[in-house]
């Protein structure tokens, strides 16, 4: 449905989207991570055909961005960082104008509208003024005119931002309910939000792809070994001085977390360079040492941490 | 309850305010003031009671009110001290309040007793008596004193004081008043009590010199500046008649000659100057006037050549090289010893003076010296050279190079003390540049030296400050690139660069938006200049204002068929004739080969001289066609003017003029006075061949040809008579002036064309030209008839014509039809004197004999027109012009008032033909507005005050409409600002009633006061309980607007204001008052 | 075509529904209506000062009392100069709010070509433009009523400024384009405005040809045919080829929009 192809894109000197590829199918909900200023907007902009592309190309729904943007543009919603409001007009009219220039054809512009508000739970509101309603119901009408046409590309850039919990969730909702029904790209930096609502996942972190896939396939794919707790007795700076001399080894932290043990026991993460399995040195180094080791076992790594692991690794390579 | 104390404190305070206030306002009123003063204290003391500590929030309000008050009391203070003993300080550049060096000198002179007494309302006047004191401490024994003319009434009538500010200055017996209270006049005043003798000066006429007219080269500015300091300047003296210079004069002026002196007159003057007397010449280049050799004996020589100046110090006041500015003066001459470094003179169009030592005990000087960048120019080609071309540059050994001197001074201080000065430029001391920097002085110097009377040689008290800004044009294009492009290109480059170097544009990008900008502009510039040459034009206007007439529209057709080019020159300043610019632009579009250039005569000095033009608003129309230029002048300027000077040019037929010889007729080149040569130039400059000598009796040659006959002094043989007759029959036309004595021989053909010539000479006893000069003999005209010719002269210029025959017209007789018109007539004191005697100078007495002689008033000139049989042309008519005088032409009164006007207009009607064009001037019609009494209201009201309401407030309601709530809000503060705003009036209302004491209109407004204050509190506090008096006061104060306001339209706004407040109280009472009612929040 | 007719009824309906529209038509009114009154007022003056003296001075020389030269010409000699102030203010929002507020990017990312958003724009701010110059025809209404004015001049002086009203919105939509900040928008559409106003004062001190270049580049020169009741093709050229050209830079600014971040 999507497919974007070793596009990048410079402004002046300056590159912010490098190389970046892939493939969204029809109906999939797709989330794009990355931190701030990854690129996210910009390839965003490129694919919803306000930014011509520097280099590479993307295919929406079979049509090039570049050469027939002016169908792309008829097939896709784009939802912005900041909802493209016009504080002075009321909903229904805001929506209308959206609908014709979407290109939606007079007859059905009533029947679209209603469909849209009801969609987005925002048709008690038809005869305010957008200037005076809340920050959630903003949202929402930057939401219903990305679909008040229907398009079978839905784009939204940071929809939750700047929300209470309670109107996250409410627009969470929504977007689920339009799966299936529109091949939706997700921008986010908010993890949970992803890995509750999408099917696939690419990462991006300044300005190229440094991850993708099923937010499972992700986390085994990065499971083994690196991040270890022990639990050892015995004078903590020698533990910590023993512990970091181990070939491989990152850096060693206390688990203040844990529950404090009797005695001089304490407990250590011990984080050690990807495809290390370090466990048994340890065990043998501690045992040598003459110190009592407790207990010594692998952490499960949750979406956070593959994040942070991706962005950060980035950054010694 | 604390908030009451509060409120009640501050009642007490204003009230206790307000009796203080009045108290300063009008401290009479004493016991309302008390009563005020006693009950503030009473309600603060009260407060104090009730809220103990209010006294503590009291010390912070008083010691910031405290703070002001001292600051206030300050300012007061300062102001009244700069009031009562103001400095001032003379920062102008010119001291323009200390005294002149002129009064300082003449007051250090003073020998009598002088003393002034100033006649000043009510006897105060500072800048005077300032003046007085300075001139009281130069002058020893000048005394003033300042009198009140109500205060001292037989003072003022004794010296005939009839209005307020005058000043008498007294020496002795003579006194002279004054009105305009200025140095230059107390100066003059003085001057004149203690020198008391009256010069005569005398101007030379009869040589085309200039006189003391207002014309812009006239010498009215000089006569007037002679008068003030007792020199009367009179301009007649005809030295041919009189022989010799008068006795009572001081100076003899010889103002910018143009024809050469008769020896009779050198001669005069030379026993003149070698009695002791004084003469002034000012020459011109290019004319010779015959003094040369009177010049050389007194060791003076004129140079044959014209003054080239390339300093470029002329531009500074918008002159161009031809006007040479003099910079450096003699040390030591007593003329222009006082002219300082810096002092400029301008001569325009001026040639060398050089001293070359005449007889011994001759004392000379050059006074004045160009600058060195400038040369003597020989080659006076130049200034009669074709227009166009303007070759000049400084040839080495034929001309003078510079410094040029330009007048010189010699005195014969071992003869008889005669005095010469030469000046190489007349034009500097006429109106034009008199009051230009040092030319004024120079010319008044010179003068006072020649009169002896060196006291008076100063530099005059300045008018203020004379320091134009000019700029010569490098300097201004230098200042019009750098801060017009330069600059705020340099501010947009830097703007520029530092937007692209913040990387949001590439160059790329940048560069394909620029391309395309440009592109897009090229397109316009292109689209533009295709319309600008290939346009048409639709003049809307219903009285076609804009359209030019079917003929001209023919005529430029023509131009364009016969592939002429037409160049119009108009000499005027750009501002003045925008109508007519406006219809010459409509030319310019009708056809591309139509163009016009105005010149304002102030800045193009050699062109208006190569031009000859004589009055601003002249034309030069030039039309150039394979090879050859045709140019004529109009100076009405309409477009009838314009193209039948078009047509004329087109026409171009070879216009030839013929003048018969043989009978002692008027000489063309005779440069003297009795010559012809100014009426010579002018026929050039239109155009005409000129033909000298024809033989009638040889007949005259088919063809346009005007036979001209000026002044014979025999008469015409019979078949010269008969082919001048075929001539005319052929519909020729002919120019006769015959002078009055003997019969002419023509009297027969004339009497065909029904024209009667006066066998007799016109005495005219008006004594209308006794002003200037003209006696008897001299008729003078100011009635014309109504002719084309005399159409365009303005009813009341004279025309002269000395020694004039009457000649007369009566209706065409004999089958010939056409028209017969009288030109000139006299005022009826005048007859037709058959006596001839006194022309040959035998009998002197003339008197009127009622049978021989004709009554006035009498024609003296004709204009016929009338049917040519053998007209070769089928329609052509013939024309005859007869006058009864061919002095009138000559060169002496060529240039005088209307004479030189009737001649020209009479060759043109001549010429003309039959197709001349006749264009109505087509002026907007008369539609005028009449508004008479409240209709100018009507007017005021609708276009200023409802339209724009109207409009603003559909907008309002249209807002309200949707539902903004928050406006409900925003009317409550309105609501507070206008309570809180008639709170403060009504505290005005208050003080003023206390201070006129009266009790019910100051203690009502008070109350007044605080409840407005109450209500405004109480909204602002949303309490509702102040709502319903809201309402009424605001109803209250609809009626009291109309008590308390005196202007009734003012009134009606006011009352207008707090109805509309009324409205809105209710119909936003639900913002202020809940519909459940809940406590209100205590204060 | 449609999308063009969406554009344009939004910006004309949001000009009717805020404020703006509204205290620039009322105070342009007030303004002309204030120089209108005074300007008859003194012609009246002058006409009852004349009917006065004219009973003795036997007609030397008729002054023109032309209710067109003396008032109507004069009216709308003045008038060019307030819409210069009023214009900017009318335009600054057109594209300027857009960027500010993000909805540029709706419009740019809707299938909606460059041009017929600008077309949209430029017209709405047009229409409006003209409405309030229709306001302005009750001074002629009131001539009408009180002289007989010749209404050629009136009719052409008004197509005057109908083409001079497409010149200063041009203008005022490319200040608009060029900045996201409305004050710096309203500055540079005055500033342009005024510099095309003025540059024909400097031609009395350039040399002839730059003379000749200056006073075809003014855009009142071109004004004061139609004033006079002429209406000649090369003005009305003038001014549609300058608000081509504004409004064609204007939609390479816009269109610019794209390249940059």
């Known amino acids: 449905m999507i497919e974007v192809r070793n596009l990048s894109k410079t402004y002046g000197d300056v590159t912010a989207v490098e190389d970046v590829s892939f493939i969204a199918e029809k109906g999939e909900i797709l989330g794009f991570l990355g931190p701030n200023g990854a690129g996210k907007t910009t390839t965003m902009r490129v694919l919803t055909c306000y930014l011509p592309p520097s280099s590479g190309s993307a295919i929406v729904d079979g049509f090039d961005v570049v050469e027939e943007s002016m169908e792309v543009r008829r097939r896709i919603g784009y939802l912005p960082e900041f909802p493209p409001l016009y504080a002075d007009m009321t909903v229904s009219s805001y929506l209308t104008f959206v609908a014709k220039i979407k290109g939606v054809p007079s007859a059905q512009l009533k029947s679209r509208m209603d469909e849209a508000m009801e969609k987005t739970g925002i048709a008690h509101q038809r005869n305010n003024v957008i200037g005076h309603l809340s920050k959630g119901y903003r949202q929402r009408v930057g939401l219903a005119q990305a679909l008040v046409h229907n398009p079978s590309v839905l784009i939204l850039d940071e929809p939750t931002v700047g929300l209470d919990p309670r109107q996250i969730i409410e627009i969470r909702e929504t977007i ?48 083994e070994g690196e991040v270890l707790r022990a639990q050892i007795a015995g004078p903590s700076d020698e533990i910590r001085e023993l512990l970091s001399g181990i070939d491989g080894v990152l850096d060693v932290v206390d688990d203040d977390t844990a529950a404090p043990k009797d005695g001089d026991e304490q407990a250590y993460i011990v984080t050690a360079a990807p495809g290390h399995d370090i466990r048994d040195l340890v065990a043998k180094r501690i045992v040598d040492g003459g110190h009592g080791l407790r207990e010594l076992r692998g952490l499960e790594m949750d979406l956070e941490d593959i994040f942070l692991q991706l962005t950060t690794q980035e950054a010694e390579a | 309850m604390k908030a009451y104390s509060t409120l009640l404190s501050l009642a007490g305070a204003a009230i206790f305010l307000a009796g203080g206030l009045a108290y300063l306002l009008n401290p009479g009123e004493m016991w309302l003031v008390l009563v005020n003063v006693v009950l503030g204290l009473a309600a603060i003391v009260v407060a104090g009671l009730l809220n103990p500590d209010l006294f503590r929030q009291y010390s912070l309000w008083l010691n910031a009110v405290w703070g002001g008050i001292t600051v206030l009391a300050i300012i007061v203070m300062v102001n009244f001290l700069a009031d009562r003993y103001p400095q001032r300080l003379d920062a102008t550049a010119g001291k323009l309040h200390s005294l002149s060096e002129l009064t300082v000198e003449s007051l250090q002179r003073l020998e009598t007793e002088v003393q002034a007494l100033a006649f000043i309302e009510n006897g105060e006047h500072e800048d005077l008596e300032s003046l007085l004191k300075q001139y009281a401490v130069h002058g020893s024994n000048f005394s003033f004193e300042l009198v009140d003319p109500d205060r001292d009434p037989e003072r003022t009538n004794e010296y005939g004081i009839r209005s ?42 009869g040589h085309g010199e200039k006189g003391v007219g207002s014309q ?39 103002a910018g000659p143009q024809s050469p002196f008769l020896e009779p007159e050198v001669e005069a003057l030379r026993a003149y100057l070698s009695q002791g007397g004084s003469v002034l010449v000012l020459l011109d280049p290019l004319y010779e006037i015959g003094l040369g050799q009177l010049f050389r004996e007194w060791g003076i020589v004129a140079g044959d050549d014209f003054v080239i100046d390339t300093s470029g110090l002329g531009s500074l006041m918008g002159l161009d090289f031809t006007t040479p500015v003099a910079v450096s003066y003699d040390k030591e001459h007593l003329i222009v010893r006082k002219h300082r470094r810096g002092v400029m003179s301008f001569f325009e169009l001026a040639r060398s003076v050089h001293l070359v030592g005449g007889k011994e005990g001759y004392l000379g000087a050059e006074l004045v010296m160009t600058s060195d960048e400038s040369w003597g120019e020989t080659d006076l080609t130049v200034l009669q050279a074709n227009p166009g071309k303007q070759t000049v540059k400084l040839d080495e050994g034929v001309d003078r190079p510079g410094p040029v001197p330009l007048a010189a001074a010699v005195h014969d201080s071992a003869g008889a003390g005669g005095r010469l000065v030469v000046f190489g430029d007349s034009d500097f001391a006429s109106n034009r540049y008199f009051d230009l920097q040092g030319n004024g002085d120079l010319a008044l110097n010179a003068l006072s030296w020649l009169a002896e009377d060196e006291e008076l040689i100063s530099i005059r008290p300045r008018e203020p400050g004379f320091n134009p800004i000019a700029l010569t044009e490098r300097q201004s294009a230098w200042i019009f690139w750098l801060s017009v492009i330069a600059y705020p290109l340099g501010v947009a480059l830097v703007g520029f660069f530092v937007v692209s170097r913040k990387g949001r544009w590439s160059l790329r990008e940048l560069a394909t938006v620029g391309l395309g900008i440009v592109l897009s502009l090229g397109v316009v510039v292109l689209v533009n200049y295709i319309s600008e040459s290939y346009h048409s034009r639709f003049d809307m206007t219903e009285d076609q204002l804009y ?43 009708t056809t591309r080969r139509f163009d016009y250039e105005v010149i304002d005569p102030q800045k193009a000095a050699l062109v208006v001289k190569q031009y000859g033009i004589r009055e601003r608003g002249t034309s030069i129309v030039e039309v150039t066609g394979d090879g050859e230029v045709q140019s004529e002048r109009f100076t009405e300027q309409t477009e009838e003017a314009l193209s039948n000077a ?32 100014i009426l010579n130039g ?27 006959v000026v002044a014979p002094s025999e008469p015409f043989s019979p078949d010269e008579e008969a082919a001048l007759r075929a001539h005319m029959e052929r519909g020729g036309e002919a120019l006769l002036l015959l002078d009055p004595g003997q019969p002419t021989g023509l009297e027969a053909l004339l009497r065909d064309y029904s024209v009667e010539l006066g066998q007799d000479f016109v005495v005219d006893l008006s004594g209308i030209g006794q002003l200037l000069g003209a006696d008897v003999s001299v008729p003078v005209v100011i009635q014309y008839g109504d002719h084309t010719i005399t159409e365009k002269i303005a009813s009341g210029t004279m025309g002269f014509f000395p020694f004039s025959r009457s000649v007369s017209v009566d209706d065409l007789g004999g089958g010939m039809n056409g028209e017969a018109k009288a030109l000139l007539i006299t005022h009826p004191s005048s007859w037709g004197e058959v006596d001839l005697s006194p022309l040959t100078g035998e009998g002197d007495k003339v008197e009127y004999d009622p049978e021989s002689d004709r009554p006035g008033p009498l024609t003296l000139a004709v204009a016929v027109k009338a049917d040519a049989d053998s007209a070769a042309v089928e329609g052509d008519m013939a024309r005859l012009v007869v006058f009864g005088d061919s002095d009138f032409a000559n060169n002496q009164y060529f240039g005088q008032q209307a004479n030189g006007e009737l001649l020209v207009s009479s060759l043109r009607w001549l010429v003309e033909g039959e197709d001349k064009l006749s264009i109505p001037a087509r002026i907007p019609r008369f539609s005028p507005i009449n508004l008479v009494g409240n209709q100018g209201d009507w007017v005021l009201w609708i276009s200023v005050f409802i339209l724009p309401l109207v409009v603003a407030m559909s907008g309002f309601v249209i807002m309200l409409r949707r539902g903004y709530e928050t406006y409900s809000a925003g009317f409550v503060s309105w609501l507070i600002y206008s309570f809180l705003g008639l709170t403060f009036f009504f505290f005005a209302q208050a003080v003023v009633g206390l201070s006129e004491g009266s009790f019910w209109q100051g203690e009502g407004f008070l109350l007044l006061t605080l409840i407005s204050a109450a209500v405004a509190y109480g909204l602002f506090r949303r309490d509702h309980r102040v709502w319903p008096i809201a309402v009424g006061l605001a109803v209250a104060n609809v009626g009291l607007g109309f008590v308390a306001i005196p ?35 205590a204060g | 075509m449609r999308n063009f007719f969406a554009v344009y009824t939004k910006e004309l309906r949001s000009y009717f529904v805020s404020p703006v529209a509204y205290v620039i038509a009322g105070v342009f009114l007030f303004l002309s209506g204030y120089l209108f009154r005074n300007i008859l007022m003194s012609f009246n003056f002058y006409c009852q000062q004349f009917s006065q003296r004219s009973q003795f001075m036997s007609g030397a020389g008729m002054p023109q009392l032309n209710l067109n030269e003396m008032v109507v010409t004069q009216f709308f000699g003045v008038m060019d100069f307030i819409w210069l102030m009023v214009v900017p203010m009318l335009t600054m929002r057109l594209f300027a709010e857009e960027k500010k507020s993000g909805t540029i990017e709706l419009l740019m990312t809707s299938p909606i070509s460059t041009v017929q958003i600008l077309m949209g724009k430029f017209l709405a701010c047009f229409t409006l433009y003209n409405l309030i110059v229709a306001l302005t025809l009750v001074y002629p209404l009131i001539l009408e009523v009180y002289g007989d004015p010749d209404w050629g001049p009136i009719w052409t002086a008004y197509l005057g400024y109908f083409l001079l009203g497409g010149t200063f919105v041009g203008v005022g939509i490319l200040a608009s384009a060029v900045t996201e900040n409305q004050i710096v928008a309203v500055l540079l559409a005055f500033g342009g405005l005024l510099l095309l106003w003025l540059i024909d004062w400097s031609a009395t001190f350039a040399g002839p040809t730059a003379a000749k270049i200056l006073h075809s580049v003014s855009i009142i020169e071109h004004l004061q045919g139609f004033q006079r009741g002429v209406i000649d093709t090369k003005d009305v050229v003038f001014y549609l080829s300058f608000t081509f050209f504004t409004l064609f830079v204007t939609s390479r600014v816009v269109e610019s929009r794209r390249w940059r971040r």
Not at chain 2, 220 to 249: H, N, Q
Not at chain 2, 657 to 668: D, P, V
């Open chain 2, 1047 to 1081: 202007n009734e339209t003012l009134q009606l706004a006011y009352a207008g204001l707090f109805a509309a407040n009324a409205c809105i109280l209710i119909w936003i009472k639900r913002e202020i008052v809940p519909t459940k009612v809940h406590a209100p929040a």
């Open chain 1, 176 to 223: 689920k309910a339009l799966r299936g029904e529109h091949t939706i790209i997700l921008c986010t930096h908010i993890l949970p939000e992803v890995s509750m609502t999408c099917d696939k996942i690419v990462i991006i972190s300044e300005g190229c792809i440094v991850g993708e896939g099923t937010p499972e396939s992700l986390m085994s794919q990065l499971k």
């Open chain 2, 646 to 677: 078009i047509q004329r040019s087109l026409k171009a037929v070879e216009r030839r003029i013929a003048f018969t010889g043989g009978h002692g007729e008027g000489e063309l080149t005779q440069v003297d006075g009795e010559g012809f040569s």
């Open chain 2, 216 to 254: 812009e080269l006239g010498y009215s500015r000089f006569k007037e500046r002679l008068e003030e300091i007792d020199y009367v300047l009179e301009d007649s003296l005809f030295l041919a008649r009189e022989g010799r210079v008068p006795e009572d004069c001081a100076v003899v002026i010889i």
């Open chain 2, 547 to 589: 359209t030019l007439s079917s003929d001209t529209r023919d005529l430029l057709s023509r131009v364009d068929d016969e592939g002429k080019y037409v160049s119009v020159k108009t000499f005027m300043a750009e501002t003045d004739g925008m109508r007519f610019q406006d219809t010459m632009d409509e030319y310019k579009s």
């Open chain 2, 682 to 708: 002018r026929l050039k400059e239109m155009n005409f061949e000129i033909e000298e000598g024809l033989r009638l009796a040889t007949g005259v040659k088919p063809g346009a040809l005007v036979v001209a």
């Open chain 2, 164 to 205: 307020y500010n005058t000043l008498v200055v007294e020496s002795g017996s003579s006194q002279q008043k004054v009105t305009e209270l200025t140095e230059k006049q107390i100066t003059n005043a003085l001057l004149k009590v203690v020198r008391n003798r009256r010069e005569v000066v005398y101007m030379t006429v």
